[in-house]
């Protein structure tokens, strides 16, 4: 799997600040302890990275990702019970307008860790995300 031991360091991080702080803390602060944790495994990372969407060559406005790792994954947080396949949805959405390869999304509101590793197939609009992994810490 491409960028696997990437995106492994990035939720091995995610894992230490799930086990540190467990759930039902808001998203801010989850994102604040994994930029901490990243910053300690030496990650390069840009933090609410303002990223243009646009439609017919438009700019039609933007959104910021929590995280863009490496100038290669982008990380989708999320605190919430549990996940969905909207946020699936979304966080695919994302890597196609920003011709993203790869993406987590990832979400510290559970009792155990959830992740998904999102990939974006570049030359088409066909898709795919792994299943769904949940790691219990």
């Known amino acids: 799997m491409k960028y ?4 492994e360091k990035i ?4 894992m230490k600040v799930h086990s540190t702080m467990g759930n039902g803390f808001q998203e801010v602060i989850y994102q ?3 930029e901490i944790e990243m910053a300690k495994q030496g990650l390069g990372f840009i933090r609410e990275m303002d990223m243009p969407v646009y439609y017919d060559g438009i700019d039609v406005g ?3 990702v929590d995280f863009f790792v490496e100038d290669t994954v ?3 947080l999320k605190a919430i019970i549990n996940l969905e396949d909207v946020h699936l949805a979304q966080a ?6 920003y011709k993203v390869e790869i993406g987590l999304l990832i979400n510290f509101g559970s009792r155990s860790l959830q992740f998904k590793r999102v990939h974006n197939n570049l030359s088409s609009i066909n898709q795919k995300a792994d299943n769904w992994m949940e790691k219990s810490l």
Do not use: H
Not at 11 to 14: D, E, N, P, R, S
Not at 92 to 97: R, S, T
């Open 4 to 7: 696997k031991e990437l995106t």
């Open 92 to 97: 695919m959405n994302y890597l196609e307008a």
């Open 32 to 34: 604040r302890c994994l």
């Open 74 to 76: 982008m990380v989708e």
């Open 11 to 14: 939720i091995g991080c995610a």
């Open 62 to 64: 933007g959104r910021r």
